[in-house]
C-alpha cells in the first residue's frame, strides 16, 4: 500500500502518461480508486495533460472549474508519484515562495504549469533546476508566450530537466524554439509519456465532454457510446451520455444508461440521484424514491438527495418522514431558497399535525 490507499482520484481531460485503464489498475494496487471527472467522493483531481490540446481558455476554464470544488488537484507526475510509481527528484528542498521571488515567473501561471508538469516537481519542495526553468519561463512570457504555449512545447524534447541547459525563446503563434549551433529551431517531437495509447476512448471522452458543453447532444451521445464500446465498464462515461439522452428527450434510453452506470458503480451517488429524478419526472414516485434512499445510503449528507427524497414523501403523505428529511437538509443548507421551502414544509406538516391533535 502507498500513501494513496483509500483516495478516490478524479481525472480531468486524457492522461498523457497512461490510458485510464492503465491508471485504475495502478491505483487499484495502490488501494485506491479513479474514475473519470470529479464525484462527491473524489478526494484529489488528476489534471491529464493531454487537456492542452484543447485551447487555452479551455484549459483554464475546466482547470478553475475543478478548483471549485476545493479538493486538491494533481498533475500526473503528482499522480505518479501518490501511486508510488515515481520518487521525488534528488535536491528537492526550494520552497513554492522562494522560487516565485527568484524567477519573477507571475504565481498564477507558476501554478498552470505544475499543474501541466512543466517543472521536475508538482509541488514544494522543488529543485535547483526547477529555479532555472522557472526563469527562462518567465523569460518567455516576457516574451510574448503564453504558459499553454510552454506546457505544450517542453514536452516534446525530452524531461524538462533537460530543458536547463537549452537557450529558449518565444517563436510567436505558440512556438517556443530553441537555440542549436545551426540557428533556431522549433521543440518538436514526440511526447515524453504518450506510450501505450489507447486509441479511440480517452480521446472519445474529451471530444464528447467538449460536444456536450456546447450543447451539442447528438454528437455527445455517438461519442459516449464509442468510449463504452472501447471501454465498457466506464461508470462516468455512461452516466455523462444518460445526462445528454435526457437533455436530448430520450427519457428511457437516459434511464437504461443511468441504470448501467450504477450496475458498473454502484457506489455511484450522482448517478442514483440522476436516474431518481429522472423517474419522478416520468411518473414514477415510488422507484424514484428508492433510488434517493439509495443515493443517501452511500452518501448521508447529500444535501439535494435529501430534499428530493421529503418532497416525495410528502407528496406520497408520508408526513412525518418528509418533515424530519426537511429537518435534516436543514443542518446542511438554512439559507438558501430551497431551504427556505424546507421550512414551509415543516410549517405545514407542524399545522397539520396540530389540526389533527385538536379534532
Not at 488528476?46 to 475546466?62: D, F, Q
Not at 500526473?76 to 534528488?90: C, I, M
Not at 529543485?127 to 519561463?137: E, P, Q, S
Not at 428529511?325 to 406538516?349: C, H, M, N, P, T
Amino acid at each position: 500500500m502507498t500513501g494513496a490507499a483509500g483516495q478516490t482520484f478524479g481525472v480531468i481531460g486524457p492522461l498523457a502518461a497512461f490510458p485510464l485503464r492503465l491508471a485504475v489498475r495502478h491505483a487499484e494496487r495502490a488501494g485506491s480508486r479513479v474514475h473519470r471527472g470529479v464525484r462527491r467522493q473524489t478526494t484529489h483531481a488528476v489534471i491529464g495533460r493531454k487537456l492542452l490540446e484543447t485551447s487555452r481558455e479551455r484549459v483554464s476554464a475546466r482547470v478553475e472549474a475543478t478548483r471549485r470544488h476545493g479538493i486538491p488537484l494533481l498533475s500526473e507526475n503528482g499522480f505518479l508519484r501518490a501511486l508510488g510509481l515515481s520518487s521525488l527528484p534528488y535536491g528537492a528542498s526550494i520552497d513554492r515562495q522562494s522560487l516565485l521571488d527568484q524567477s519573477r515567473l507571475q504565481s498564477a501561471d507558476f501554478d498552470l504549469l505544475c499543474l501541466f508538469d512543466a517543472f521536475e516537481t508538482d509541488a514544494e519542495p522543488f529543485t535547483f533546476r526547477d529555479v532555472i526553468l522557472a526563469k527562462k519561463y518567465a523569460g518567455l512570457i516576457a516574451g510574448g508566450a503564453t504558459w499553454s504555449d510552454i506546457a505544450r512545447s517542453i514536452h516534446r524534447s525530452g524531461p524538462v530537466a533537460s530543458l536547463t541547459a537549452k537557450s529558449l525563446q518565444a517563436g510567436g503563434q505558440g512556438t517556443i524554439l530553441v537555440r542549436h549551433d545551426e540557428g533556431l529551431a522549433e521543440l518538436s517531437g514526440q511526447l515524453f509519456f504518450d506510450i501505450a495509447s489507447q486509441p479511440g476512448a480517452d480521446e472519445s471522452f474529451a471530444d464528447a465532454e467538449a460536444a456536450e458543453a456546447e450543447g451539442r447532444f447528438a454528437d455527445a451521445i455517438d461519442l459516449y457510446a464509442r468510449c463504452l464500446a472501447a471501454d465498457p465498464t466506464d461508470p462516468v462515461a455512461a452516466f455523462n451520455r444518460a445526462n445528454c439522452l435526457r437533455a436530448a428527450g430520450r427519457a428511457q434510453e437516459a434511464t437504461n444508461d443511468y441504470l448501467r452506470a450504477v450496475k458498473i458503480d454502484p457506489t455511484f451517488a450522482e448517478a442514483w440521484f440522476n436516474l431518481a429524478d429522472l423517474l419522478a419526472e416520468t411518473d414514477n414516485p415510488d422507484a424514484a424514491r428508492r433510488y434517493l434512499r439509495r443515493a443517501l445510503s452511500i452518501e448521508p449528507q447529500y444535501a439535494d438527495a435529501i430534499f428530493n427524497l421529503a418532497r416525495l414523501e410528502f407528496e406520497a403523505g408520508e408526513l412525518d418522514e418528509a418533515r424530519r428529511l426537511w429537518s435534516d437538509y436543514l443542518k446542511l443548507d438554512s439559507s438558501s431558497e430551497w431551504a427556505r421551502a424546507a421550512q414551509r414544509g415543516i410549517s405545514f406538516v407542524d399545522l397539520q399535525s396540530g389540526q389533527k391533535s385538536t379534532a
